[in-house]
């Protein structure tokens, strides 16, 4: 079978601006004096793998070794400054907390809308309206502007549009810590239900034991270097030697 | 795979016949409206205001005066008259005269005066073009208005060119109060079909290339509205219900928007302009709610970017999305707006003119020239955040020099040149004529708000495409 994502060669860098120009005098000051510095920093280098329909990956790392980077890239977000990543499917990210909400609507207009940003007709959303409603248990609520919800709930309406909708590749960036325990135990349910349902997912979290206990296959990263990518036991075994080595 | 050809192929014939169907349709359309506006421009020419009388004239006095007007052909001259003969058959002769050529000669009576005024009409119409022409007038017991200062207030009237005034070959000070009416004559409509086949085989032979290849740049274009239909949908939508959330008229604040605003303009400029304009609140309003479009739709669409910074770092959107929604969604209010306009037009009993079917032409234009300016600034605006500060200040400069108050005839002809520089100017023009004259703009109107729109819109999408990749590092 084709693999569902192919990542080849991507490195991304990112030009800093090292005069710290944010507006308009300084930036043409800086340009007479000719002070426009740029830093370069890279954030990946040359990274190639592919993931297979109804793979779970789980990215693992420090902090800055450009997992989330990684994610943007595969989902279209940062374009690669060279090499490239072709997706075979619908990607539907995970949104933060609200970031595709608008406080002053319903919760019942902001399905729609959070649909239509994941690139969902109103034809497919409104078969799903029910579903979504039910499942994030916001029924007494779902008519109410979002202004008014608590952050669990919001959490979980942005859980149950995002899962629900049946994508073809998920991305989960560090959020599995859905409301309450007894949600989370929920959530946590749906995924392996998504991932049986052959959904390809790629997870990037910092607690190892969901690694090991969701993933298929992991990647390591170290400063946007690839450092192994294979079954999850061995490279999170790996990586937890490397940390420990470090202190 | 023989069914899917032929399937494929009646398909492609049908978006042809599609095409040609519209495309003839709308350039016969257009062809209607503008078939008098594109044919002639009407010109009138006066201006001297009435300072003294001549003496009556003798039988076999001839008086004449010289005058180059600036137009193609002269069609009518009006004199100003101080004293009609008393006898009721008298006639006055009027002889129009180039050099030593009579052009015409009108034997005018009684019948032809009326209020002060004589009509003469030239027919046929004479060219005007190629040096001095006079009028040369005899007839007993007849007095002129003459004067030699330019009238105050009468703004659509071009000044007269300097002419002599003789009696009997005599030169007096002066000169005669008349008005020459006359028109352009333009020869674009002689292009008109040519250019439009041209165009329309253009189109065909584009068309059916693109509809034979499978990855063309229609089939892309085709997906990509269909997958993001929906979301333009819901987002001008949230704008539009966040918008009038929580105020209690709620939609029908766009109507009263710019209706207050007209009549707070009203009472202001009224003792100053309104002399000078026909229908004064119609003409306010008019510029003020598609003024108000622009500077609504290029103020959000500033913002839109950033403002969607969290959505746009997340996910993958086009980002162009955002400043097209805000120019949608303030489109809808203009829209809106036109309920208002039409009422007071009404009202005022401004005549409904054919004219006004060239309205969708006219929003295409101001909805063109402002998405590219909103797609430039909200590019800018990412990586520039006094943009924001500086387009506030712009906006107010630029309401200024748009006649949305006050009339164009104010600005000193010298400086005309560069005030028709500013596309607000041309597309506020371009409705006053559909709307208040209910004539169709000039052609070379059509080409200037052309020019503009998509000149600005081409260049607003280059920008963008070129700088959107860099959006998510400065957000």
Known sequence: MAPIITVENVTMKFHLNASKTTNLKEWVVAFLKKRLRYNDFYALQDISFTVEPGEVLGIIGQNGSGKSTLLKVISGVYKATSGSSRVNGRIAPMLELGSGFDYELSGRENVFLNGAILGYDEKFLKSKYDEIVAYSELEEFILQPLKTYSSGMVTRLAFSIATLVEPEILIVDEILSVGDERFQRKSRDRMRQMMEGGTTVLMVSHSLDQIRDLCTRALWLDHGHMMALGDTQPVCDQYQEYMRAKG | ?475
Not at chain 2, 2 to 29: H, M, P, S, V, W
Not at chain 2, 56 to 81: C, H, N, Y
Not at chain 2, 184 to 197: D, K
Not at chain 2, 354 to 381: D, E, H, N, Q, R
């Open chain 2, 1 to 475: 795979m023989d069914t899917n050809t032929k399937e494929q192929k009646k398909k492609r014939l049908r978006i042809l016949a599609l095409f040609t169907a519209i495309y003839f349709c709308a350039a016969g359309l257009l062809l209607w409206l503008v078939w008098d506006a594109w044919q002639r421009q009407a010109v009138t020419e006066g201006g001297v205001s009435r300072g003294f009388a001549t003496e009556a004239l003798q039988a076999g006095d001839v008086l004449t005066q010289s005058f180059q007007p600036v137009m193609d052909f002269v069609q009518e001259i009006t004199l100003d008259v101080s004293h009609w003969p008393q006898d009721a058959s008298a006639a006055v002769e009027v002889t129009l005269l180039r050099g030593c050529d009579t052009l015409c000669q009108r034997r005018l009576t009684a019948a032809d005066y009326a209020d002060g005024s004589l009509r003469c009409a030239i027919d046929p119409p004479t060219a005007a073009r190629g040096g001095e022409l006079a009028v040369a007038i005899t007839g007993a017991d007849l007095s002129l208005w003459g004067g030699d200062t330019i009238a105050a207030g009468r703004f659509d009237v071009a000044d007269q060119q300097a002419g002599t005034l003789t009696l009997n070959g005599q030169t007096l000070s002066g000169r005669l109060v008349m008005t020459v009416r006359g028109y352009n004559q333009y020869h674009v409509l002689r292009y008109y079909w040519p250019v439009a086949l041209a165009l329309y085989a253009a189109g065909l032979i584009f068309l059916s290339i693109q509809l034979r290849r499978p990855r063309s740049l229609l089939v892309i274009l085709s997906q990509t509205i269909k997958r993001y239909k929906y979301l333009l949908k819901q987002l001008v939508g949230r704008d539009f219900r966040v918008k009038y959330q929580a105020s209690v008229l709620g939609v029908l604040w766009s109507f009263l928007n710019p209706m207050l605003m007209a009549f707070v303009y009203y009472f202001v400029f009224s003792t100053i302009f309104k002399s000078a304009i026909d229908h004064f609140i119609v003409y306010l309003m008019s510029g003020i709610i598609l003024f108000n479009y622009f500077s609504e739709s290029t103020s959000l669409s500033l913002i839109s970017v950033v403002g969607n910074a969290p959505l746009i770092t997340k996910v993958y959107i086009p980002k162009y999305i955002f400043p097209v929604t805000k120019a949608l969604s303030s489109a809808i209010n203009l829209a809106i707006s036109f309920i208002p306009l039409f009422a007071l037009m009404l009202f005022t009993g401004v005549p409904f003119h054919k004219s006004l079917l060239l309205i969708p032409l006219l929003l295409f234009f101001l909805v063109g020239f402002a998405t590219g300016v909103g797609l430039i600034l909200s590019a800018m605006y990412v990586f520039f955040r006094d943009v924001g500060f500086l387009w506030s200040v712009l906006i107010s400069i630029w309401n200024f020099l748009t006649p949305i108050f006050y009339p164009v005839s104010i600005i000193p002809d010298k400086y005309m040149p560069f005030y028709q520089l500013n596309p607000m100017y041309q597309i506020l023009s371009f409705a006053r004529s559909i709307i208040l004259n209910g004539v169709s703009p000039a052609p070379q109107a059509y080409l200037f708000c052309l020019l503009w729109s998509m000149g600005t819109l081409a260049i607003g999408l280059a920008v963008y495409y070129k700088s959107q990749d860099k959006f998510c590092l400065y957000l």
